[in-house]
Structure formats: structure tokens, C-alpha cells
């Protein structure tokens, strides 16, 4: 899972305390009773230099670096992607896997381990050296064997990588892999220059990027990056002269009035959700230009499915019964995200809306039955630890939100005690069986079924007494154990056939939903906003955004 920007971690803080102590009072109330937020002095008030050709966006998120061996958190992975280019890349506003450096999708040997791919021609790093399979041997090589944060993605498939020709590439499979491919798309996978960087445990250069893509860095300060066009770029060129990127560092409130003020001509990355609703509410006063796309990340409840009461399936089921979604959307979200009834994501094709068509939403009749039928009541009612990030604000809100329904709806039969618990410290805990439940997100670090499947219903030990003992599954806290669910996640790993694929998919989707080791809650969109005049903003669905097309008109 992709690392969480700073921003995300802390884009709320300055108003949280405010926001809850409203929240209880107007849970059930109109939504118009969210205060808009108050505007303060934004952060320099100069001018972009749109009328230069050169456009200037604005972000929260610093990166932590620029090597993309080591990169594996969304600020510098969007920074990477839009300075380089992979084998494959998706094509704009899809996620159709289409060739980038490769000049076609894999030949995959008959066993499923070989994948022979052809690569382009003509195409030129940013220091002049010339592009080949060799380079970009070298360069997935290196992501492998340099053992940076991202390199297990690689390094847990892969058994070799080489060229087999000036322009031919040969990998070789561990095992099989149908996703495989997809993962070739992932922003650290990039080709970078042979002669600027070296292999090596450790041997990073966080501070420089030599790549093959339509920009390159100019300049890199702590709270600046600027980035040219490469004029010998092989692709389509860029609508605009250059971006200047200004890091409002984990500070929303300056990135929303700096892009109210026009000190920024675009505004990506973290905005909250209020300040959000403002800017789009103001959009056509103001002819702002908005983006609004449906991203694809999840976010769930994780039930602990060895630990007492939680091992009771039917209990499990109560809880799924009385999610509302659409409640849950309106009052911690503003309407800003898509609810969502699966772990996979609507993005992809695959996706059944299993939880809506078992449980619907806040069906709360049948959730009382059931949690009746498991032996509690209103003089013993069930009561269960809800955990989140304390750094997580929306968190915050969403488990009130949750603590309220279950007191107005169910009458008592549920109590929810609210615990919070640092980022670092619950990542730690989870696979440790600490956590009864916990309230998370997932950032998928490919765009395949499979990467919201493994590494949440997998298992390599365990039973059905017993649980998970060794796997995936434990490590996200859940402890979910079943023998069939591990088949057929070996079955759609293996299957190179879509329309078999999807059918497997849809049997675990389906086995998903009866066994409740996870609830799915909502499904993250993803808004950036420009500038009257600003054309070319259009998010993709890895929540990365391309600069290449953004201009001013005129």
C-alpha cells in the first residue's frame, strides 16, 4: 500500500476541534449546518507566471524525495510520473494499460513466467544518454536490488530481468502473475539513465531525477520544484512552457486562500473537505475550472475475525447491516466520495456491489435480529472497541458518525467506544491482534483486482479455528482464514484470460461479503481545480496529475 501523504494525515487539524463539538449536535440534521471555511492571508499573493507559458500549481505535499527507487509515498511518485516514462502507463482518464517505452503489450510464455517485451526506439534520457533494453534492464534492476520501500513489488515476482536484444526485454517470473504487467506501470518502475545512477543496497540519490519523460528537474528547494520541458522528448509535448510547484507544507489553509487570491493557477492535493465544497461552490461565480474524478481508494472497517464477539459470524453481519453509507458520505464527507460495497473499487470492471445487495444500507430491522439472536440486548448490549488514526481527521469524524448511529438507531443493542491510536503505532499493532476493529484506507500501488484482494484475504498459514496465523491477511488485522478464498486467489493469479478472471473475482467478492472480515465504507474522489482560462486538468485514476496538457488559454 502506498504511503499516505502528509497532507492526508493532517489536512483537517486546524479545525477538528471545532468540527466535533458541532458534529453530535447536527449529525441528523441538514448538512447545511457545516461552517465554511474563514479566510486568512494567503501565502504570498505574487502572481503566476501562466503568461509566461510556465503554470504554476499548488500542493501540500512535500516530497520526500525524488529517487524513484526509494519513492513510495503519493508526493514524490506524482512528481516521478510526470517526469519519466514506464513500459506501460494508462491510458488518460481509463485504466486501459496501454504501451509507453514498451511498443507493445508482453508475449507471456505458455507457463505464465516469461514475459518478452519489445521496447521503443529513438528515445533519449535527459543527460543525452541513449535509451535500449539494456537501460531499462538497468533501471528495473535497480529497483529491485537497491532495496528501496517499493522494491518488494518487484522483488517478490521477479527472478530476472534482461536484454535479450538492443531493444528487446526479457522477464522472468517466480511464479505466475496476470497482474504483472499493471505493476510495470507503477511510477517508480521508470527508466532512468544508466550513466546517473548506480546499483547498490542503500545507493540512492534522493536529490536529482535523469529520466526519459517530457520534463526535467530544474530546480529542487524545500517548498519549491520547478521542472522545464525536455525539448528532445520522443512523445507528445507538453501545452505549457514548464510547471513551478509551490509546497504549502501541511498547510491547507494557505494552499485554499493562495488559489482564492491567484498566487496559484491550479490546486491539487490535500484540500479538505470543506474547503473543497467552497471552491466548488464558488466555481461558477468565479469561472473556476473543476476536476472531479473517481478515484481508486478505498476505505473500510477491519473486524478482528478470531477475537471475541467479533468471531461470531452473525455478529460480523449486524455491523454490516447498520452501515450507512449514504449518512456516512453526506455528514463526514459532504458528498465527496462514492459508497462502496466491495473492496474492489468501481474504477475497475470486475467490481460487484456484493455488500449492497446482501446487507443494503442501514438496514437496521435485520441488524437487531441478528445481534437478538447472538444474545444481547439492551441490558446487555454488545460493546466494541472502534479504532482509528488520531492523525486522521476524517477518521475522527466517521467513528462519531458511527457512535451516533448505532445510540439513535439500534436502541442500545451496540456501544461503541471510541480509541484512537498514532499512525505508526497501529501499523505496528494490527497484525498483533491488538485492534477488535480498526477504521483504514488502502492506496493501491497497481490498478488490478488482485491488489485489493491478496493482500487483504490471503493467507499462507492458518486454519478455520484458528485463523490466519501467517499472511496478508493478519498483517492487515483482520485474521481471516479461508481455504477456498485462498484458492481462487491462486486461480485469478495464474488465469491470463479476463473473462475467467472476472468470474473468479466475482466468487470471492461473493464469499467476501458472507464471511465479513472487512466492511467497505466509501470510495475516495479526487478534485483539482484551475484557474479561469486553465484548460488541460484531468486527473488520472493512479490520483496522479499530468501536467503535460495543463495550459492557459490565450
Not at 43 to 48: A, L, N
Not at 275 to 292: C, E, F, G, M, T
Request: charged share 20%; hydrophobic share 40%.
Amino acid at each position: 500500500m502506498l504511503n499516505r501523504s502528509a497532507a492526508h494525515q493532517s489536512s483537517q487539524r486546524q479545525r477538528i476541534g471545532q468540527i466535533l463539538s458541532l458534529f453530535c449536535a447536527c449529525l441528523f440534521l441538514v448538512i447545511s449546518c457545516s461552517q465554511r471555511p474563514a479566510p486568512i492571508a494567503s501565502v504570498g499573493s505574487q502572481k503566476p507566471d501562466a503568461s509566461h507559458g510556465r503554470i504554476t500549481i499548488g500542493t501540500t505535499l512535500k516530497p520526500r524525495l525524488l529517487d524513484p527507487a526509494d519513492a513510495y509515498e503519493i508526493q514524490s511518485l506524482g512528481l516521478i510520473y510526470n517526469m519519466s516514462d514506464r513500459l506501460y502507463t494508462y491510458k488518460q482518464g481509463t485504466i486501459e494499460l496501454i504501451p509507453q517505452l514498451a511498443t507493445a503489450l508482453p508475449k507471456v510464455s505458455s507457463d505464465g513466467l516469461t514475459y518478452t517485451i519489445p521496447v521503443r526506439k529513438g528515445v533519449i534520457f535527459h543527460d543525452g544518454t541513449a535509451f535500449n533494453a539494456a537501460a531499462m534492464a538497468f533501471s528495473l534492476q535497480r529497483f529491485i536490488k537497491n532495496a528501496g520501500k517499493p522494491s518488494f513489488l518487484l522483488s517478490d515476482v521477479v527472478a530476472s530481468v534482461k536484454a535479450t536484444g538492443e531493444y528487446e526485454l526479457s522477464i522472468k517470473l517466480k511464479k505466475p502473475f496476470a497482474a504483472f504487467p499493471s505493476l510495470l506501470a507503477f511510477a517508480g518502475a521508470c527508466a532512468v539513465s544508466p550513466k546517473a545512477y548506480e546499483i547498490g543496497v542503500g545507493k540512492f540519490k534522493p536529490d536529482i531525477f535523469v529520466g526519459t519523460g517530457p520534463y526535467k528537474l530544474a530546480q529542487y528547494n524545500t517548498d519549491s520544484l520547478r521542472f522545464d520541458v525536455f525539448d528532445r522528448y520522443w512523445g507528445e509535448k507538453p501545452a505549457n512552457r514548464g510547471i513551478n510547484l509551490q509546497i504549502f507544507d501541511n498547510n491547507s489553509a494557505n494552499l485554499y486562500n493562495s488559489f482564492r487570491t491567484g498566487a496559484v493557477d491550479v490546486a491539487y492535493l490535500s484540500l479538505d473537505p470543506d474547503q473543497i465544497r467552497s471552491l466548488a461552490a464558488d466555481a461558477k461565480n468565479r469561472d473556476y475550472q473543476v476536476s472531479a474524478v473517481q478515484g481508486s481508494v478505498i476505505n473500510y472497517l477491519i473486524l478482528n475475525s478470531t477475537q471475541k464477539p467479533l468471531d461470531n459470524p452473525a455478529v460480523r453481519q449486524a455491523i454490516a447491516m447498520m452501515m450507512d453509507r449514504q449518512l456516512m458520505n453526506q455528514r463526514v464527507l459532504y458528498g465527496q466520495a462514492e459508497p462502496l460495497y466491495s473492496l474492489i473499487p468501481t474504477t475497475l470492471d470486475v467490481y460487484q456491489p456484493v455488500f449492497r445487495a446482501k446487507y443494503g444500507d442501514g438496514n437496521i430491522e435485520k441488524a437487531k435480529q441478528l445481534l437478538n439472536q447472538s444474545g444481547y440486548s439492551q441490558k446487555n448490549p454488545l460493546k466494541l472497541e472502534l479504532w482509528y488514526e488520531a492523525n486522521e481527521p476524517t477518521w475522527g469524524l466517521a467513528a462519531v458518525t458511527l457512535e451516533a448511529l448505532a445510540k439513535e438507531r439500534l436502541g442500545g443493542l451496540l456501544k461503541f467506544e471510541l480509541n484512537a491510536v498514532e499512525a505508526t503505532t497501529a501499523f505496528k499493532e494490527l497484525g498483533n491482534g491488538i485492534y477488535p476493529t480498526f477504521l483504514l484506507d488502502w492506496y493501491p500501488d497497481f490498478l488490478d483486482p488482485d491488489n485489493y484482494i491478496e493482500p487483504f484475504l490471503a493467507c499462507e498459514k492458518g486454519s478455520k479455528a484458528k485463523g490466519c496465523e501467517q499472511g496478508p491477511s493478519k498483517t492487515q488485522g483482520a485474521f481471516y482464514y479461508s481455504e477456498r478464498v485462498n484458492q481462487l486467489i491462486n486461480q485469478e493469479r495464474q488465469e491470463q484470460n479476463p473473462k475467467q478472471r472476472q468470474k473468479i473475482f466475482a466468487e470471492i467478492q461473493d464469499q467476501l461479503a458472507q464471511d465479513v472480515p472487512y466492511i467497505p465504507l466509501w470510495q475516495n474522489k479526487d478534485y483539482v481545480f484551475g484557474q479561469k482560462g486553465i484548460t488541460g486538468i484531468d486527473l488520472s485514476p493512479t490520483q496522479f496529475l499530468p501536467y503535460l496538457k495543463i495550459r492557459e488559454q490565450g
